[in-house]
């Protein structure tokens, strides 16, 4: 065989050392580095037009990477590639609230194979960074606040991309919870918290998903770049959870050569994003002169040849074809029905009932589409163009305000072809409270649109919806409210309204999946995958730091007087008093209740749980049954926590579709280090011999049953 490295009877890293060994210099050079592809001139002949570009050394075999944005699909930035859209699936949160580990497997399949079908064989998707801040404008993207649900569900996404034979990307490695000055910030945590939290996500989705990449955050870690941080970057992901894969860079946040790589950093992503290109000519000459060994540039580029093989990259290189849009969308409207969140249903105002005869339907652009979420992830719709909003500040010189064409009005016309539904775009608060009052029924679209790079400057809805909401419901007592939002809000309307549906940012079928859930086509079955606090008084910090005076400069004083935020050398720390208490957890440390708690979810049905029992050992399983005591199918998600080192823990979950009147056994068992407090100076997770309480229940803060049970002493590895 000419090329043995292409036996596939040998290991990944078998194949990949063969082919290191036959590289020059330069060739390994052009490995670690790269450019996006529509700013080069011109473009490569090769590159499939997307985020990123690594050429290829058609010599050897190796084929070049063509990298593409796709947390929520595969997106086009700035219109690359004419004409080319793509399926939308509704947001990180949505699918989040699902808690389904199937049907994350399902979309990660689903955007893996619209990358195979446009010549990507790179995504660059798959984020596990927590909700500390809900204001964080990137926060819809992700998976909410707890490391076992975001880890297990950002897992199970990229094993299902990744199951299309290309490489997929984990993000952002570490402590990304803030968009504003996210390139200057200092995120300051103490190891043990970290560990617990964050890092526990990445651990998880890490062991269950296989990523063939991670890619470093832009902030600072405790005093160094996320993207030259040894501690994170070696220490953690290579040596004490002994990844295999590589570490690419975000784009622009490459910021030194020889520390970055030294660091563990294996490839700058996006150079012309950089103040200069760092992993070229710079490398070689440090290489040279023996600043950086050799032994690590064969390594990067080990690492980078390792997950292609590993992966399928080499085996099944990518080929244009059609797409089957139809088939995709069907998996879209799967999410964003199962990620749907019932928070009221007062006097059980829904299901809608088709024999209504008036409806209003006010606000939202509900008769054209369904609100997405700006930035890298923004998905262009396939065909049918949908609407686009011109947005002011930062944001508005590279994004537009984007609707996926799925209108929801037009899908409840469809649902109730008998009923009239009246439509006002709420500008008008006055002419919209009057269409109301002449109404049986009131449905506000309420919208909060956010974006990459700006986090939201309120928990409140913007433009004045919240006296809208208010001025409907006082005229019309059966006001439902549907929320299209990237983040939680606050509702001071909420005990004026009868119902409350929060939608998420639904994607591609999103008016459909709205519409089905609105009359009972689907059941409701989402529940959150973060707390709704009452107000910002209720967070861990009432102000995001930075948001309103802007980075600090060289000798300037951030004003403020607040501790948590330090000043120093011309950029600033966020300390995180918080720890690993993030979201229900920081409620229960402080005494806090919520709006809506962390788990949160109505049904259209009712379900209770019985026979609960419990063994313990190394570490905790939960046997109890889950029956629907109401009258039609419906899903239930039953939680169990446990009480460790005084707070509470989501240690695991069943989600059971069950008929009316049906009951079924479960079994949940612990990941143990749930159970475990990290030790920094074992190193590990420790065990302590006590008894541990657990409780069952629908959320965080509603238990049903409960129980002790005494563990042995264990200690885990880091």
Not at 453 to 482: C, G
Not at 640 to 659: D, E, F, N
């Amino acid at each position: 065989m000419t090329q043995p490295w292409m036996n596939t009877a040998l290991s990944a890293d078998e194949r990949a050392d063969l082919l290191v060994a036959q590289l020059t210099l330069d060739e390994m050079i052009s490995l670690v580095h790269g450019p996006m592809p529509a700013l080069c001139n011109p473009p490569p002949e090769d590159a499939a037009m997307g985020a990123g570009y690594i050429p290829g050394v058609p010599r050897l075999g190796i084929p070049p990477l063509n990298e593409t944005d796709a947390s929520l699909g595969i997106a086009n930035p700035r219109r690359v590639r004419a004409g080319d859209g793509a399926t939308g699936l509704p947001s990180g949160l949505a699918l989040a609230s699902s808690w389904d580990i199937d049907l994350a497997y399902e979309a990660g399949a689903m955007v893996g194979s619209e990358a195979r079908d446009k010549g990507f064989n790179v995504l660059l998707g798959g984020g596990a960074n927590l909700t500390r801040e809900p204001r964080c404008g990137r926060n819809f993207e992700y998976l909410g606040e707890d490391p076992l649900l975001a880890g297990k569900l950002a897992g199970a996404g990229i094993k299902g991309a990744q199951s299309n034979q290309i490489v997929c990307t984990l993000k952002h490695f570490a402590l990304n919870d803030q968009e504003t000055c996210r390139h200057v910030v200092d995120a300051r945590i103490d190891e043990a918290a970290l560990r617990e939290s964050d890092l526990l996500a990445f651990q998880i989705a890490i062991e269950d998903g296989d990523p063939g990449s991670i890619m470093c955050a832009y902030n600072k870690v405790n005093g160094e770049w996320a993207g030259e941080n040894e501690f994170l970057l070696t220490q953690v992901l290579k040596k004490d959870w002994g990844y295999r894969g590589w570490v690419m860079s975000d784009w622009g946040a490459v910021h030194s050569t020889a520390k970055a790589v030294m660091a563990g950093l294996d490839q700058e992503s996006g150079e012309q994003l950089d103040k200069q290109v760092y992993f070229g000519a710079s490398l070689k000459v440090a290489i040279e002169d023996g600043e950086v060994p050799f032994e690590r540039l064969s390594d990067m580029v080990q690492r980078i040849l390792r997950s292609l093989f590993h992966h399928g990259v080499f085996d099944a290189p990518t080929e244009r074809r059609e797409t089957d849009y139809a088939a995709n969308g069907e998996v879209a409207l799967k999410a964003a029905e199962h990620g749907i969140v019932l928070l009221k249903n007062q006097n059980s105002v829904l299901p809608l009932s088709r024999k209504v005869r008036r409806i209003a339907v006010i606000g939202g652009h509900a008769d054209q589409g369904v609100l997405s979420g700006g930035g890298s992830s923004q998905v262009i719709p396939v065909g049918v163009p949908g609407l686009e909003l011109e947005v002011g500040g930062v944001a508005g010189a590279f994004v537009k305000v984007t609707y996926h064409p799925s209108s929801p009005l037009r899908a409840m016309e469809a649902e109730a072809p008998q009923t009239q539904f009246m439509f006002n775009d709420g500008s008008d608060p006055a002419a919209a409270a009057d269409l109301a009052r002449n109404c049986d029924l009131a449905i506000v679209f309420a919208t909060q649109w956010a974006t990459e790079a700006e986090d939201l400057p309120s928990l409140n809805l913007p433009d004045d919806q919240d006296a809208l909401i208010a001025s409907i419901a006082s005229v019309n007592t059966k006001t439902i409210v549907v929320l299209e939002t990237g983040t939680p809000v606050v509702m001071p309307w909420l005990d004026q309204v009868a119902g409350v549906l929060q939608a998420w940012y639904s994607g591609t079928r999103g008016g459909e999946a709205i519409s089905r859930v609105l009359f009972g086509e689907v059941n409701p079955s989402g529940r959150l995958p973060i707390s709704f606090p009452c107000s910002v008084e209720d967070l861990v910090r009432p102000e995001i730091p930075g948001l309103i005076f802007g980075p600090p400069i060289e000798g300037q004083t951030l004003p403020t007087t607040r501790p948590d935020v330090q000043q120093h050398k011309g950029r600033f720390s966020v300390d995180h008093p918080e720890g690993a208490d993030i979201g229900y957890r920081w409620h229960d440390r402080q005494g806090s209740k919520p709006l809506f708690p962390f788990g949160f979810g109505l049904s259209y049905t009712d379900f209770a749980y019985s026979a609960l029992t419990l063994t313990g050992g190394e570490t905790i399983t939960a046997k109890f049954e889950v029956t629907n005591t109401g009258a039609r199918q419906g899903v239930e998600t039953a939680q169990v926590y446990a009480r460790v080192a005084g707070g509470s823990r989501l240690i695991g979950w069943a989600r059971v579709s069950l008929k009316a009147g049906e009951s079924r056994q479960v079994t949940v068992t612990a990941d143990p280090r749930l159970l475990a407090t990290y030790d920094v100076g074992v190193p590990g997770w420790r065990i302590d011999p006590s008894p541990m309480e657990v409780t069952l229940g629908p959320n965080a803060q509603q238990m049903s049953l409960s129980g002790s049970v005494l563990l042995t002493g264990t200690l885990i590895a880091p």
